[in-house]
């Protein structure tokens, strides 16, 4: 299968400080990518989709000036999350789509942030 | 949007027993994967299946989209197989995933 790599894997850091996380694709390339969110023991929830050459598309209630998304390449979108507070604290992770009609996900090893 | 819903949320099999995880959506999709989710977090497509029956290895998966469901069957289970198994459909005409709330699979030796 298509490979999503992803970095780094665990982030600790201080609050008020910005966080950058990177999500390539390796084997592949991809005009759009999918950043997600998951809280322990809950599922997947969409934060925004990444688009090369354009802004990104925000879920409702995700602050887009919080979470920058850029898609620098068609294999390189990244995340930073700004000035950020221990409730940013969660597992991020990043997926791209592939296949005829990219209908295919490929996921990152996502990345653990802990703000404190 | 679409609204995607599995059954059951946590599940604990021995080894070797067989179980069949339940996926329901809302809407019609063209578009219906399973993934395993490792103790590590990452994400392993399993199946992309919006229709039909596919087997690989001891896994398979069945969707009958007329009926808005899609079923995961795991057989002769492993302690390896431990992790949280998620179902997703597209949300509209893209191809962006809603996940479903995931099952919680423990496989004890």
């Known amino acids: 299968g298509a490979v999503v790599s992803q970095h780094p894997s665990r982030v600790i850091c201080k609050s008020g400080t910005s966080v950058k996380i990177e999500c390539r694709s390796l084997d592949f390339q991809a005009t759009t990518m999918f950043w997600y969110r998951q809280f322990p023991k809950q599922s997947l929830m969409l934060m925004a989709t990444?688009?090369?050459?354009?802004?990104?598309?925000?879920e409702q209630g995700v602050e887009k000036d919080k979470f920058l998304i850029n898609h620098a390449s068609l294999t390189l979108s990244t995340l930073t999350v700004t000035s950020a507070h221990p409730e940013d604290s969660s597992f991020y992770i990043c997926s791209a789509p592939t296949g005829p009609s990219n209908e295919k996900l490929f996921f990152g090893s996502g990345t653990q942030l802990s703000v404190l | 949007g679409i609204q995607v819903e599995q059954s059951p949320p946590d599940l604990i099999l021995q080894e070797g027993a067989n179980s069949t995880l339940r996926c329901n959506f809302s809407?019609?999709?063209?578009?219906l994967q399973w993934f395993h989710q490792n103790p590590w977090g990452q994400l392993i497509n399993l199946f992309y299946i919006p229709s039909g029956t596919k087997q690989n290895g001891r896994l398979s998966a069945t969707t009958v989209a007329t009926e808005r469901y899609s079923l995961l069957y795991i057989s002769s289970s492993q302690t390896t197989d431990s992790g949280v198994y998620f179902c997703?459909?597209?949300?509209?005409?893209?191809?962006?995933?809603?996940f479903g709330g995931g099952t919680r699979l423990m496989v004890k030796p």
């Open positions: 990444s688009n090369e050459g354009s802004k990104a598309t925000y």
């Open positions: 997703a459909a597209p949300q509209g005409a893209g191809n962006m995933l809603t």
């Open positions: 809407d019609s999709v063209n578009n």
